[in-house]
């Protein structure tokens, strides 16, 4: 007889995949899971029920109808990673509106395209953002109510603002919320994915009730999410990401999530917040090897040192064994069951991870010596692919099978092809309805037989798992006419030092490879101090015998594992940092190519001519 509350569980998050809006299934799930927590802050500062929540966003979404966000309109929001975001969006998405996030890194000019392509009459933000969004309004008008979520009320924050407090009081007598919610049909835009292009301004990507519904079925499939999952939520909300992983799929499976509004501070939350699944960018994975490596490193202790040292050697072994397909040995079988229950699991629990049932990586190429080390450890690493076109799905390693150097094997519901010069292509119904405003670039996006082209090189092993070789626009072919990917050099650099920060590899119609350098800003100032450097300046670091040879070290430590025609013959360290949202990078920290190669034209010239 199924009497466990895990069977129950199971059939109550079958109920909420079974909607076919988001609206739908948050009701199921705040219905079925009344008492669990929702969202929370660390230390418990903060700590929200589902039924709490549920109470919360039906309040807000009357004060929003009442403010006249009606369905198929859209509210843009400027908010950090913390709770008052998942009240307002999940309100407005119940009235069939469109929430959509900005982000916090944008500039006055960049928030105002968004508001004007969208058309946002409301928007929500908090006081840190509040004279940005009020100079862009004043120039543009758009906006006619601006909610300050960490405001006083009483309109004490400026002419058209209003706390969220008051929200709930402008709300309409008579307003009926579940016959706002009921009326959401599956094609209703649920949220728009402003791509931060490299070139051009961003493109807002429409994102349907049923692309999600259908991308939490197959995301489902894969990970089989444990009932009543741990996130945290770190990344900005305005990557598909992020959206999905601590905001629609939590509605869809109950998950409780902690709130984490400095994304700098991910790794230190999660010890506490010990989550089930962890999705983060390679930079976060980096930096994580770099700091586990330089505590074994420094540890005082020779005894403890050597054993973490065997521990990690038996875990590489074992790694390598099973990448290769070969049959483990009993004597590795039995030695790796030692080092793992000595030492390997308890840097697991030290990291936070211990109880992950699944941890991923996307958004950029991994260094498949990253995705090897945890494997090491422990923790099954795996990498996925997706777009925010495809809702952030598209393939992904299964936890039991993770092939390292690939991004694994179709999702499920999502078929993938490859055209003849290699792009990979997308049918499913994760894929948006098109861009907003943009019919022209809809069309180039999806073609007449319903297939997104990707603009991503891709290549398929003999099992049918996916690697991705690089952006279709971005290959490198140099003077000789070899193609190259730089996001795989670029990649390879990175992770051959903790000091090196970003690198853009430049080769185009050259002879060789060169590089642009910058600092880690974590690992410089650390740096510094070890070596005696008083100015831990960027500009004075740049100048610095030691750091450059150990950017050099670096180097040559990715040369090792690059081809010689992909190798970095020169490079040059620049004096500054790249900012996310910069001129160099967008949000997502991709580099903005041809930005680069205008503003160091002379710095770029300089590494072929002198």
Same mark, same amino acid.
């Given at each position: 007889?199924?009497?466990?509350?895990?069977?129950?569980?199971?059939?109550?998050?079958?109920?909420?995949?079974?909607?076919?809006?988001?609206?739908?299934?948050?009701?199921?799930?705040?219905?079925?899971?009344?008492?669990?927590?929702?969202?929370?802050?660390?230390?418990?500062?903060?700590?929200?029920?589902?039924?709490?929540?549920?109470?919360?966003?039906?309040?807000?979404?009357?004060?929003?109808?009442?403010?006249?966000?009606?369905?198929?309109?859209?509210?843009?929001?400027?908010?950090?990673?913390?709770?008052?975001?998942?009240?307002?969006?999940?309100?407005?998405?119940?009235?069939?509106?469109?929430?959509?996030?900005?982000?916090?890194?944008?500039?006055?000019?960049?928030?105002?395209?968004?508001?004007?392509?969208?058309?946002?009459?409301?928007?929500?933000?908090?006081?840190?953002?509040?004279?940005?969004?009020?100079?862009?309004?004043?120039?543009?008008?758009?906006? =006619?109510?601006?909610?300050?979520?960490?405001?006083?009320?009483?309109?004490?924050?400026?002419?058209?603002?209003?706390?969220?407090?008051?929200?709930?009081?402008?709300?309409?007598?008579?307003?009926?919320?579940?016959?706002?919610?009921?009326?959401?049909?599956?094609?209703?835009?649920?949220?728009?994915?402003?791509?931060?292009?490299?070139?051009?301004?961003?493109?807002?990507?429409?994102?349907?009730?049923?692309?999600?519904?259908?991308?939490?079925?197959?995301?489902?499939?894969?990970?089989?999410?444990?009932?009543?999952?741990?996130?945290?939520?770190?990344?900005?909300?305005?990557?598909?990401?992020?959206?999905?992983?601590?905001?629609?799929? $939590?509605?869809?499976?109950?998950?409780?999530?902690?709130?984490? $509004?400095?994304?700098?501070?991910?790794?230190?939350?999660?010890?506490?917040?010990?989550?089930?699944?962890?999705?983060?960018?390679?930079?976060?994975?980096?930096?994580?090897?770099?700091?586990?490596?330089?505590?074994?490193?420094?540890?005082?202790?020779?005894?403890?040192?050597?054993?973490?040292?065997?521990?990690?050697?038996?875990?590489?072994?074992?790694?390598?064994?099973?990448?290769?397909?070969?049959?483990?040995?009993?004597?590795?079988?039995?030695?790796?069951?030692?080092?793992?229950?000595?030492?390997?699991?308890?840097?697991?629990?030290?990291?936070?991870?211990?109880?992950?049932?699944?941890?991923?990586?996307?958004?950029?190429?991994?260094?498949?010596?990253?995705?090897?080390?945890?494997?090491?450890?422990?923790?099954?690493?795996?990498?996925?692919?997706?777009?925010?076109?495809?809702?952030?799905?598209?393939?992904?390693?299964?936890?039991?099978?993770?092939?390292?150097?690939?991004?694994?094997?179709?999702?499920?519901?999502?078929?993938?092809?490859?055209?003849?010069?290699?792009?990979?292509?997308?049918?499913?119904?994760?894929?948006?309805?098109?861009?907003?405003?943009?019919?022209?670039?809809?069309?180039?996006?999806?073609?007449?037989?319903?297939?997104?082209?990707?603009?991503?090189?891709?290549?398929?092993? =003999?099992?049918?798992?996916?690697?991705?070789?690089?952006?279709?626009?971005?290959?490198?072919?140099?003077?000789?006419?070899?193609?190259?990917?730089?996001?795989?050099?670029?990649?390879?650099?990175?992770?051959?030092?903790?000091?090196?920060?970003?690198?853009?590899?430049?080769?185009?119609?050259?002879?060789?490879?060169?590089?642009?350098?910058?600092?880690?800003?974590?690992?410089?100032?650390?740096?510094?101090?070890?070596?005696?450097?008083?100015?831990?300046?960027?500009?004075?670091?740049?100048?610095?015998?030691?750091?450059?040879?150990?950017?050099?070290?670096?180097?040559?430590?990715?040369?090792?594992?690059?081809?010689?025609?992909?190798?970095?013959?020169?490079?040059?360290?620049?004096?500054?940092?790249?900012?996310?949202?910069?001129?160099?990078?967008?949000?997502?920290?991709?580099?903005?190519?041809?930005?680069?190669?205008?503003?160091?034209?002379?710095?770029?010239?300089?590494?072929?001519?002198?």
């Amino acid at each position: 007889m199924e009497s466990s509350t895990a069977t129950q569980d199971e059939r109550r998050e079958e109920r909420a995949l079974g909607q076919d809006t988001v609206c739908g299934a948050f009701q199921a799930t705040a219905e079925d899971h009344a008492d669990r927590v929702a969202i929370r802050t660390k230390g418990d500062e903060v700590s929200i029920t589902w039924g709490e929540y549920a109470q919360r966003v039906r309040a807000a979404a009357g004060g929003l109808a009442g403010l006249g966000l009606a369905r198929g309109e859209a509210m843009a929001i400027m908010l950090t990673n913390r709770p008052e975001f998942h009240v307002v969006d999940a309100a407005a998405m119940h009235l069939g509106a469109t929430p959509f996030s900005v982000y916090n890194t944008y500039s006055s000019e960049q928030i105002e395209y968004l508001v004007e392509d969208s058309k946002s009459r409301v928007l929500v933000t908090e006081k840190a953002f509040l004279d940005r969004i009020q100079a862009v309004n004043e120039r543009c008008g758009v906006v =006619d109510h601006i909610v300050v979520v960490d405001g006083d009320g009483g309109g004490a924050e400026g002419k058209g603002t209003l706390s969220l407090a008051e929200l709930p009081e402008q709300a309409e007598s008579g307003f009926d919320f579940d016959a706002a919610w009921r009326a959401v049909e599956p094609d209703d835009v649920l949220t728009l994915i402003y791509t931060s292009g490299t070139t051009g301004p961003p493109k807002g990507v429409e994102v349907m009730h049923r692309n999600f519904m259908t991308a939490a079925r197959s995301f489902d499939q894969i990970i089989k999410f444990p009932a009543g999952s741990r996130v945290v939520s770190y990344l900005p909300m305005a990557h598909i990401a992020e959206r999905a992983c601590s905001h629609y799929l $939590p509605e869809a499976f109950g998950f409780t999530v902690t709130c984490c $509004p400095d994304p700098r501070q991910v790794v230190a939350y999660l010890p506490e917040v010990r989550p089930n699944w962890f999705f983060a960018v390679p930079r976060i994975w980096e930096k994580a090897k770099a700091a586990l490596e330089a505590g074994m490193a420094a540890e005082e202790d020779e005894q403890r040192k050597q054993a973490t040292s065997w521990a990690l050697d038996v875990g590489m072994r074992r790694v390598r064994a099973e990448q290769a397909g070969e049959e483990l040995s009993e004597e590795l079988r039995a030695e790796h069951e030692k080092a793992d229950s000595l030492v390997l699991s308890k840097i697991r629990e030290r990291l936070g991870l211990h109880e992950a049932q699944s941890v991923n990586v996307g958004a950029a190429p991994t260094p498949p010596e990253v995705i090897e080390f945890f494997h090491a450890i422990g923790i099954p690493l795996g990498e996925l692919w997706g777009m925010s076109e495809t809702c952030g799905a598209g393939t992904c390693n299964r936890p039991d099978h993770v092939k390292i150097g690939t991004v694994g094997p179709p999702a499920p519901e999502v078929e993938i092809k490859l055209a003849e010069d290699g792009e990979v292509l997308v049918k499913s119904g994760v894929v948006m309805r098109g861009y907003r405003n943009q019919p022209d670039k809809t069309a180039e996006a999806i073609d007449s037989d319903g297939w997104l082209h990707t603009g991503d090189i891709g290549e398929f092993d =003999d099992d049918g798992f996916l690697r991705i070789v690089d952006r279709k626009k971005e290959l490198i072919i140099n003077a000789a006419g070899k193609n190259m990917s730089p996001a795989n050099i670029e990649a390879k650099a990175k992770a051959s030092s903790p000091l090196i920060g970003q690198v853009a590899a430049i080769g185009d119609r050259r002879s060789y490879i060169a590089a642009l350098i910058t600092l880690d800003p974590d690992a410089a100032p650390g740096f510094a101090k070890q070596h005696g450097i008083e100015d831990d300046s960027f500009a004075a670091l740049a100048e610095e015998d030691a750091v450059l040879a150990e950017v050099q070290r670096g180097i040559d430590a990715a040369n090792e594992d690059l081809a010689r025609v992909e190798q970095i013959k020169r490079f040059r360290v620049l004096p500054t940092d790249w900012e996310p949202g910069g001129e160099e990078l967008t949000p997502t920290m991709k580099l903005k190519r041809k930005p680069v190669a205008e503003k160091y034209a002379e710095e770029i010239e300089a590494l072929y001519t002198e």
